[in-house]
């Protein structure tokens, strides 16, 4: 083990994959000569070089495409939204041909490829800047979608993402890249994580919070302020999204019988609405409570500070959130 | 060729370069007949589907071929057989010409499991893997990139393939049509654009949804070489088409090329056709591919009778062709998971 940053922990999946086949490209804008707009992809240009690091004009509809089409004939393209804000740009690309090759070629086509970058807030980066994808994504059958708030997870999911034969939307967040987590050696063999299970970072009694990417660490925030206060909480950090790992949740609901989902996206139609249906579905006679979402509100992002993090979920927001489904006041 | 020539060359109609001329006279025949073989199938086998989907038994949306056969047939004609081609919802001709079997063009339509894409696709959406068939695609211009993609992953592996991207003068007011032909040149990918003017875009005629009239034009703000001509005579179609596809194997250069045609039906099988007059339409028939061939063939020496021959034979592929269709079971439900994702379900 040893400590990196989660960008860092990026760039090592990337590169161990392209290292391993060469049919793994990257390509997206800055990616290249400029090391990327976050520093993911930092080197990789110099150790890969143009062929199969690639600088792409702005076009994320073409550049999307591009990727689908060469995955549809054996390639492993990882494309690189600058920001996820962008992919809706390519949206059409994303959920009309790579979702859909499959089916409508009768199981002929696959379609490996990887859509990855940076979602939902940064700081103060205003409406259009600041958007959750994942409800958008995580709707659509054919895609998977994963969003991992630690480095260690980041490090195994892309590298199984470039794996999976699947589309698979890769959300990551500005403002995770740079925090520091433990990450397997890779001299210790190759580290992968896979896609459709969720971890519990935090073991607990009285409550159960779910979350991902960077709410979980917010999460993690409020579980150490209800310790304070004797209150037990368990963290579900899901990581993966679609497919959404039920079998975890509902063992952490059968032993807390309550539970918040916290996110950063929109409530309407969110994930955390769709968790919420799993649970009353599969897990109704083990709750004592109604389940509660804390999400982003449901306004979008405004610029001022104060406002922004008005927005965003917030460790009293989820502290209070558990102590309702707690009954204590 | 250098660009600045290609780019100049966007004339009416010019004699075919000499080594795309099958040698000798009988084989010249027998290669137009083959030409003339593949159109008439598509012909009859579109009679046929208007005629099933009248009866109900084809459904959705069905847009046909009728009148353009010659720009696919020709157009394919130049391809080696490993080439890569992708299209539009107006795919039938282009999955015929590929040599994808009329029975598995016509169980899809049918949406049969005996079809190409296993009853999954659907008119719109005839794909086939081993043909390097990469599909007919439902969004106007959507697959455009995708051509790109396919080309950007031969130049990347070498395979010197081309791909073949065909989409109507409509696609050329999206998005993704200019995305994908400006990375296309500057990235220098082997692809032919072919945009098969045939005039209408549904129901609005071209003036009305472009300020110019030339569409080969577009091509000239990304440097692209273009070309632009009448498909009437199917073995010119070829000739152009092979100009392009050459340029894309031997310097992996794209071209745009704008292929004027006209299709005889509608837009689709529920397009009343308001927008144009019968006298109109009858004066473009006057230009049909089909005759034009079958006017070359006997001026070539073929007899009635051998083209007799060869179109009953066809009536027989055509006929099969429906049977197998309608004797063929559906696609159960179990089909569906497996179809979405590669492995396990993602729910
Ligand atoms: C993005 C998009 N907008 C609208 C449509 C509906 N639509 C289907 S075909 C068509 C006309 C296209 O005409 P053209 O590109 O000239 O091709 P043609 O049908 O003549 O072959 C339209 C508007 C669509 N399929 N996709």
Known sequence: MREIRFREALREAIAEEMERDDAVFLMGEEVGRYQGAYKVTEGLFERFGERRVIDAPIAENGFAGIGIGAAMVGLRPIIEFMTFNFSAVAFDQIISNAAKVRQMSGGQFTCPIVFRGPNGSARQVGSQHSQSFESFYAHVPGLKVVAPAFASDAKGLLKAAIRDDNPVCFLESETLYGIKGDVPDPASGDHLVEIGKAHVPHAGTDVTIVSWSRITHVALQAIAELAKEGISAELVDLRSLRPLDEETIVNSVRKTHRVVVAHEGWPYGGVGAEIVDRIQRLAFDDLDAPVLRISGMDVPMPYNAKLEQHCLPQVPAIVEACKRVLYVH | ?347
């Open chain 2, 1 to 347: 060729m250098t660009r600045k020539k290609a780019v100049a060359e966007a004339t009416p109609s010019r004699p075919a370069p000499p080594h795309a001329e099958p040698e000798g006279e009988s084989e010249a025949a027998a290669h137009l007949l083959e030409l003339y073989r593949q159109m008439q199938t598509i012909r009859r086998i579109e009679e046929e589907c208007a005629r099933s989907y009248a009866q109900g038994k084809i459904g959705g949306f069905l847009h046909l071929y009728i009148g353009q056969e010659s720009v696919g047939v020709g157009a394919l004609a130049a391809l080696r057989p490993d080439d890569y081609v992708i299209g539009t919802y107006r795919d039938h001709g282009l999955a015929i010409a590929k040599g994808m079997p009329p029975r598995a063009v016509m169980a899809e339509l049918y949406g049969k499991v005996t079809g190409c894409s296993r009853g999954l696709g659907g008119s719109m959406h005839l794909f086939d893997v081993a043909h390097g068939m990469l599909g007919g695609y439902g969004i106007v211009g959507g697959h455009i990139p995708l051509a790109a993609g396919t080309a950007f992953a031969s130049k990347y592996r070498g395979d010197g393939r081309v791909t073949l991207c065909f989409f109507g003068e409509g696609s050329v007011s999206i998005g993704s049509f200019h995305e994908a032909l400006s990375l296309a040149a500057l990235w220098k990918l082997p692809c032919v654009f072919i945009c098969e003017n045939n005039e209408y875009s549904m129901g609005t005629p071209l003036q009305r949804t472009m300020s110019v009239e030339d569409v080969s034009q577009k091509a000239l703000a990304y440097g692209m070489a273009r070309d632009r001509f009448f498909a009437r005579d199917v073995l010119e179609v070829e000739h152009r088409i092979r100009e392009a596809v050459d340029r894309a194997r031997e310097t992996s250069e794209p071209t745009l090329v704008e292929v004027r045609t006209y299709r005889f039906r509608g837009h689709s099988m529920s397009d009343p056709g308001k927008y144009r007059t019968s006298e109109e339409i009858e004066a473009q028939k006057k230009h049909d591919p089909l005759n034009r061939a079958r006017d070359q063939l006997k001026t070539m020496g073929k007899s009635e009778d051998e083209l007799a021959k060869l179109d009953a034979a066809i009536e027989e592929v055509v006929r099969d062709a429906i049977e197998h269709a309608e004797t063929s079971p559906e696609p159960g439900p179990e089909i569906l998971e497996e179809t979405t994702y590669s492995g396990p379900f993602a729910r």
